[in-house]
C-alpha cells in the first residue's frame, strides 16, 4: 500500500493520471467526432440541428457529464503542467548542443519534445471553444424547429462561425496542436500505464499516427468544409 | 605507408568546482591517431596542457573497456557519442572527420551537480540503489546450489536488466532529466528473479520515490534513454516498474 496522496504525485502515479485523463479525453474526441460528422451532411444542418437537439433529451443529466468531462480536462492540464514544471526544474542548466536523437529505439520528435506545448495550446483553444459553442450556445443561438420542438439552432451558430476565415484559421490551426499531441500521447498513455509489450511497441507507435492524422483531418476538414463548400 | 593522422577542434566545458562557474574553452588536438579512444584523445590534449603548465580536463575513467560505467559525457549533443550501444572511452576517433569540431559538455541534471569539467557526482544513483535495489540475504548455512529453479527465458529477461553499468547516460538524454530507466532496470532485473521477489513491493515504492526526492524528472515516454544507453536497456523496463508500481499501490502490505 502507498499512500494515495503520494502515490498519485510519485514519477509513475502521476503518469497513471495523466493517462488515465489521457484515454477518457481520447475516448471523447471520438465520440465527438462522430457526432459532428453530421456535419458534413449537405442538407442545411438538419441532420446535425436533429443530433445535437438529442442532448436537450438529457435532461439535467447533461450537466453532470459535462462536469465530469470539464473535471477531467481540469486534471488533466494541473497534472500535466506541474509534471512539465518538475521537468524543466530536473535540468536547471541545459545543454549548449541539445539533445541529438541517436535515433533507433528513440521517439524523440517535435510531438514528444513538446507535449506541454501543444497542451497549453489546446487548453487555451479549449476555453475560446467552449465560449464559442456552449456558452454562446444558450447566450446567442437563434432557436429552430425540429419535430415541433424550439431546439437552439447550433448550425447557423456553427455556418456562421466558419464563414469567417479567421475561425477557420483558428480551429485548422489548433487542430495542428492536436495532432501533435496525439501522435505521441496515444502511445505514451499505453507506455505509461505499464500496457506496453516491446513486441508491440513500434506497432502501437504507429497506430498512434493513424489515429491521430484520422482524428486531426476529422476534425479539420469541418471548417474548411463548411466555408469553402456548404 | 605513414599513418594518416587526424586534428579535431574542442570545445570543452571547463568548470573549477561545483559552485563555480563554467564556460566553454577550445582546443586543438593535432597528429592524432584515427584509432585511439575518444579518452585517448583526451590524454594526449591533457598531456599538453601539463606540459603548458595548465589544469587538465578533469573526466571520469576506470575500465576503459565499456564495462565499469565509470565514464560518460556528452558529445555534440549525443550521451558517449554518436555511436549506439558504446561507452565514451570504447568511442574511437575515428567515427569523427578530420576537422571536426567537437562540443564535449558534462551529463546536466540537477540531480548530477558538476564536481569539476566533466565530472558530475553520480551518488544520487546510489541512494536509489540503496533504497531498495537489494535482496535482503538472512545469515546462516548457505543453500544448495540450484535449490532455486530459474527458467533459462527468465534469467535470460534478468540478466538484460542487469546488465546496467549505472554510468547514468539515460538521466542526460531524456529531455526531462528522468532516471527512470536506470531505476526500471534495476526493478525490473529483481522482480523476475525469485530471490527478489520477496521484497518487491516494499522495493518499487522505495527506489521510486528516492528517484523522485533526488529530484530527478518523470518519464515522458520519449525513450532517447534507450538509444544512448551503453547496453541497449529496453523502457521495456519502464513499462515494468510502470506496472510493479500499480502493483504495490494496490497490495495489502
Ligand atoms: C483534447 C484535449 C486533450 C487530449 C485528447 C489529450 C490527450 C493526452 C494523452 C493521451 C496523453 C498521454 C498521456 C501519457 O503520456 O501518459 C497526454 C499527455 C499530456 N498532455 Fe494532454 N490531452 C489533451 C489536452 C491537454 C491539455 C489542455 C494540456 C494542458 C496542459 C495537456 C497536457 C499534456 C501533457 C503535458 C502531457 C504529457 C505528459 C508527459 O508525458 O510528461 N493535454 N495528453
Ligand atoms: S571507463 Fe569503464 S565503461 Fe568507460
Known amino acids: 500500500m502507498i499512500p494515495l496522496k503520494r502515490a498519485l504525485s510519485s514519477p509513475v502515479g502521476r503518469k497513471f493520471v495523466m493517462s488515465i485523463s489521457g484515454i477518457a479525453l481520447v475516448l471523447f474526441v471520438i465520440v465527438h467526432l462522430l457526432g459532428n460528422l453530421t456535419l458534413y451532411v449537405p442538407d442545411g444542418g438538419e441532420t446535425f440541428n436533429r443530433y445535437a437537439a438529442g442532448f436537450d433529451a438529457i435532461g439535467p443529466a447533461l450537466y453532470v457529464i459535462e462536469l465530469g468531462l470539464l473535471a477531467v480536462i481540469v486534471i488533466h492540464i494541473g497534472w500535466g503542467i506541474t509534471t512539465a514544471l518538475k521537468n524543466r526544474k530536473a535540468r536547471p542548466d541545459d545543454y549548449a548542443v541539445s539533445v541529438n536523437s541517436k535515433g533507433g529505439p528513440s521517439n524523440l520528435s517535435l510531438a514528444s519534445k513538446n507535449m506541454i506545448v501543444t497542451g497549453v495550446a489546446l487548453g487555451i483553444f479549449l476555453v475560446v471553444h467552449i465560449w464559442h459553442f456552449r456558452i454562446r450556445k444558450i447566450y446567442v443561438a437563434d432557436n429552430t424547429e425540429i419535430d415541433g420542438q424550439q431546439h437552439a439552432d447550433l448550425y447557423a451558430l456553427v455556418h456562421t462561425a466558419f464563414s469567417d476565415p479567421f475561425w477557420v484559421a483558428f480551429y485548422v490551426g489548433a487542430m495542428v496542436f492536436f495532432g501533435f499531441h496525439l501522435r505521441h500521447g496515444f502511445w505514451s498513455t499505453l507506455q505509461s500505464l505499464g500496457a506496453m509489450k516491446p513486441e508491440w511497441s513500434k506497432g502501437i507507435y504507429a497506430l498512434g499516427f493513424l489515429v491521430a492524422v484520422v482524428l486531426t483531418v476529422g476534425f479539420m476538414g469541418i471548417p474548411l468544409y463548411i466555408y469553402f463548400l456548404a | 605507408m605513414a599513418q594518416q593522422t587526424m586534428t ?41 596542457l601539463i606540459h603548458a603548465g595548465e589544469d587538465p580536463i578533469a573526466f571520469d575513467s576506470d575500465c576503459r573497456e565499456g564495462i565499469c560505467g565509470t565514464c560518460g559525457f556528452v558529445i555534440n549533443g549525443q550521451a558517449h557519442g554518436s555511436e549506439r550501444g558504446t561507452t565514451v572511452c570504447q568511442l574511437h576517433m575515428r567515427s569523427f572527420n578530420d576537422g571536426d569540431t567537437i562540443v564535449i559538455e558534462p551529463w546536466r541534471a540537477r540531480s548530477f551537480p558538476v564536481i569539476k569539467d566533466l565530472v558530475v557526482d553520480r551518488d544520487a544513483f546510489d541512494r536509489i540503489i540503496s533504497a531498495g535495489g537489494y535482496v535482503s540475504v538472512g545469515t546462516g548455512p548457505k543453500p544448495d546450489a540450484n535449490s532455486i529453479k530459474i527458467g533459462k527465458d527468465v534469467s535470460d529477461k534478468a540478466f538484460d536488466s542487469a546488465a546496467c553499468i549505472g554510468c547514468g547516460a539515460c538521466v542526460a538524454a531524456c529531455p526531462n532529466a528522468s532516471a527512470s530507466l536506470f531505476t526500471g532496470a534495476k526493478i525490473t532485473q529483481l522482480a523476475l528473479l525469485p530471490q527478489g521477489k520477496p521484497e518487491r513491493t516494499r522495493r518499487v515504492q522505495r527506489m521510486v520515490h528516492q528517484m523522485e526526492d533526488e529530484g530527478f524528472g518523470n518519464c515522458s515516454n520519449i525513450g532517447e534513454c534507450e538509444a544512448v544507453c551503453p547496453k541497449e536497456i529496453s523502457i521495456d523496463n519502464i513499462a515494468k516498474m510502470k506496472r510493479e508500481y500499480l502493483r504495490a499501490m494496490l497490495s495489502d502490505t
Open chain 2, 8 to 48: 579535431v577542434h574542442l570545445k570543452v566545458w571547463r568548470q573549477s568546482g561545483s559552485d563555480s562557474q563554467g564556460r566553454f574553452e577550445q582546443y586543438t588536438a593535432e597528429d592524432l591517431n584515427p584509432h585511439m579512444s575518444f579518452l585517448e584523445m583526451l590524454d594526449v590534449v591533457n598531456e599538453d
